[in-house]
């Protein structure tokens, strides 16, 4: 199925083995029910690693880029709770990206997640972007074991505002410039669509520059609605 929505938070991370049992408490009791009660935050997700890395991705998905660059979500980044100031120093290898969703279609939520993060050579990256969106990701929905597939590209702006919160983590944090998601029903479902979607832009004389790939599988969820 599609995202909730055009504006996607990206975050990739792994953490000290020792802070682990105060990580998950603190993301499944207060940081994703924090994030999701933001006004325009629609869902948050939660993944772990089964292959490559950072352990830890995260995706929440907002009405809109604007949601993300908003008044609300600022004030929550610049007044971390105690308890997201004691976890967040545990975080390092860091990447995280505010991001317009250019492509978004589905059938359903997978519980695998291919992420595959990129460069694209700016002479080249608009009519890369158009062709993975016109051409070559459509086909994906219908492969064996998919159910997701989204393009996202980091607003660079907005993701290098500095805010408390990315003060308490005190290191540098990447920020990837395009990103690829695929959602499947196993990791060798959304491994083949990666190798499809290499393929297809090798046909037309076109490769992703810098790819980091991992692929996780899904731990927690909180959507807007009661239910979630």
């Not at 997640?113 to 158009?130: E, H």
Request: charged letters at 20%.
């Amino acid at each position: 199925m599609s995202l909730y929505g055009h504006g996607a938070v990206t975050i990739w991370h792994d953490l000290l083995p020792q802070a682990k049992e105060a990580f998950y408490a603190w993301h499944n009791h207060e940081h994703m029910p924090e994030r999701v009660g933001i006004p325009g935050f629609r869902r948050g997700r939660r993944y772990i690693a089964v292959s490559g890395a950072p352990e830890y991705f995260n995706l929440y998905e907002a009405d809109s880029p604007e949601v993300l660059a908003g008044q609300d979500y600022l004030n929550r980044l610049n007044a971390p709770t105690p308890w997201t100031r004691e976890v967040v120093v545990s975080f390092h290898n860091v990447s995280r990206a505010i991001c317009r969703v250019l492509y978004s279609a589905g059938v359903g939520q997978g519980g695998t997640m291919l992420t595959l993060r990129f460069d694209l050579p700016q002479a080249a990256a608009d009519g890369v972007a158009k062709l993975l969106r016109q051409q070559v990701l459509p086909p994906l929905t219908d492969a064996a074991g998919i159910v997701g597939v989204h393009l996202c590209q980091a607003d660079d702006s907005g993701s290098r505002i500095e805010t408390a919160e990315k003060k308490v983590r005190n290191q540098e944090t990447a920020i990837p410039r395009w990103i690829l998601l695929i959602e499947g029903i196993a990791p060798a479902a959304v491994q083949a669509g990666a190798d499809q979607v290499h393929q297809a832009l090798a046909r037309d004389g076109q490769t992703l520059d810098a790819v980091r790939q991992a692929i996780y599988q899904l731990e927690a969820q909180r959507c807007k609605h009661p239910w979630g």
